[in-house]
């Protein structure tokens, strides 16, 4: 249980700091980089500080994670993102902002075509990234927390302006769950894409030999 409990931090944190410092204090969504690499240097060491669904199919298919985990692992996550953006929903109302505006993900200016290869893209590079950098024979321990966050960032910078950058199908379902409209229409998009991309991942990193 304490594993699925750290799981359950870490994505509330994710999704709670980087949701609110755009809702509320109108700063940067590159915040959640941070927020991962955060919480992966303080629970990390618990759960592994997968805190995305995605990480942890591309982990249970490189078997380093049991099915029973995976299931723990990926309802811990959705709870932590409902709860932080139940929390993002009651203060932006505290503050008779508009509760439309969430921290949700969306395409508005691309196709439906364009969204899901620039979901699957960058959440494929994401996670291979963390097969690698995780790997007991490439890996970094000592590192892995930083070279992941930063490379969150740096995916959320291309994708941004294109489809949110979610990258993470929890991530974008607390949000898109109170704020309604497009984002939870199209959330099916924000589910599927991370999940094709982490399996990429996975095949990848296991033919570069991130597994023994």
Do not use: C
């Not at 409990?5 to 609110?20: C, D, P, Q, Y």
């Not at 930063?150 to 898109?176: D, E, H, K, Q, Y």
Request: aromatic letters at 10%; charged letters at 10%; hydrophobic letters at 55%.
């Amino acid at each position: 249980m304490r594993k699925y409990l750290a799981e359950l931090i870490g994505t509330f944190v994710l999704v709670f700091v980087g949701t609110a410092t755009v809702t509320i204090a109108k700063g940067s969504t590159l915040t959640i980089g941070l927020a991962v690499t955060v919480m992966a240097y303080s629970v990390g060491s618990i759960s592994g500080g997968h805190f995305n669904p995605a990480v942890s199919l591309a982990m249970l298919l490189n078997h380093r994670l049991g099915i029973k985990d995976f299931v723990g692992y990926v309802i811990s996550q959705f709870v932590g993102a409902i709860l932080a953006s139940a929390i993002v929903f009651d203060l932006v109302h505290e503050l008779g902002l508009s509760t439309k505006n969430l921290g949700q993900t969306d395409f508005p200016n691309i196709s439906v075509g364009g969204a899901f290869i620039t979901e699957t893209l960058v959440t494929f590079l994401f996670v291979l990234v963390i097969v690698l950098v995780t790997s007991k024979k490439w890996g970094n321990a000592n590192f892995a927390g930083l070279i992941i966050g930063i490379t969150l960032a740096l995916m959320i910078i291309v994708a941004l302006n294109l489809t949110g950058g979610s990258l993470n199908p929890a991530r974008s379902f607390g949000p898109a769950l109170f704020a309604g409209g497009s984002a939870m229409i199209h959330y099916w998009l924000y589910l599927v894409a991370p999940l094709v991309g982490a399996v990429l991942a996975a095949g990848v990193g296991n033919y570069l030999g991130s597994e023994e």
